[in-house]
């Protein structure tokens, strides 16, 4: 058996073992795109081996595209056998596609339509239960590395490791930074490349994904999770930013990267930005968005010491700060928006009330 193929086969038995918790005698619903069937069939062969009963949906990403090109709007919806079969599963295994993202974009608002029944399936998921992860090798695709500027096999080789880190690894630094945000007040982060930034916490609930859907994360409404996994999200007080963020890791929020951002705040709104490569991007999505879109949204912390920096998952390496901007209602938080930034740091110290939570980029607790 070759390196990736061994992988894939640790990165299956990870997911259905310990993130939806499969068992014997359940339903695993298994949903695909053509570039992911190599996992999906891993997911099939351990699933029966478990005893448990898999069945995959596959979504042609040829059909999807002359579908939403040739068709009505509204022709790509869920029809009631699909939502019978979710109705059905206890768990559920998502590779994400498409594999050609830039043609996905070239769509404009045709491809924004391509899912109507999304926010239905999450509704109908929640409800029943469901324990389902996303397992992002899905994103690492020809087309959307060279969209990105990014070596594919250094990516796929960095997700598919990142995704055999198992939730218990993760899951005790997410609980101890987890208490500090609940207690902290003042947060300092800075960096050599001029960062000094101070924000304020305000006892908002700090959010943790381990990569794990437990007991408490379905009464919680909780019902996703992702592989590979690690985060930390906190939302701070939205009007307390003071100075000045640099990010050393490019953003890959909006689609395409934006390098080097460079944000002043001023009683908590942005008032000056800079870019080294990709601030026409920035500029057109802020200039459309309305809303809160000039304060800080999230703080995120990464947990997942697999993951390395420089890829899109920028925000899970343990010792990566990442500042966003924008919506942050999800966590508690006050903004109205539909804009989001990610601005990440890889060298960044950051003390919670004097005390280093990160130190140079590595965590510290």
Sequence with gaps: MGRAAALIEEVVRVALRERVRLRRGENLLIESWPHGLEIAREAVLQARAMGARPMVILEDEQALFRSLEAL??????????????????????????????????????????????????????????????????????????????????????????????????????????????????????????????????????????????SEQDLEDGENMSQAPAGQLWVAPDEKTAEGRLVADRPSLSLGRPVRGAEFEFRAGKLVASA??????????????????????????????????????????????????????????????????????????TVEVDGRPVVDAGRLAL
């Design 72 to 213: 009505r709007p509204g022709a790509t919806g869920a029809g009631s056998h699909e939502w019978a079969a979710l109705s059905k599963a206890n768990a559920y295994l998502f590779i994400p596609g498409p594999a050609d993202l830039p043609r996905a974009w070239a769509m404009g608002s045709k491809w924004a339509a391509a899912y109507p029944s999304n926010s239905e399936w999450y509704k109908r998921a929640k409800r029943a239960r469901i324990r389902g992860v996303r397992l992002l090798y899905g994103w690492t695709s020809p087309e959307r590395a060279a969209a990105y500027g990014l070596d594919l096999d250094a990516w796929r080789q960095m997700v598919l490791e990142a995704a055999c880190v198992r939730p218990a690894e993760v899951r005790p630094k997410g609980r101890s930074l987890s208490k500090i945000m609940a207690r902290g007040k003042a947060v300092r982060i800075k960096a050599p490349n001029g960062t000094d930034l101070a924000l304020t916490l305000c006892g908002r609930a700090a959010q943790v994904d381990d990569g794990s859907v």
């Design 275 to 348: 870019f080294a490569e990709g601030g026409d991007r920035f500029a057109q999505a802020f200039a459309k968005a309305k809303g809160d879109k000039d304060r800080v949204g999230m703080l995120i912390f990464g947990l997942n010491p697999k993951v390395r920096a420089g890829f899109p998952q920028d925000a899970m390496a343990a010792g990566v700060v990442t500042l966003t901007l924008g919506y942050n209602d999800e966590l508690g938080g006050k903004n109205k928006t539909q804009f989001q930034f990610l601005a990440p740091l890889g060298s960044a």
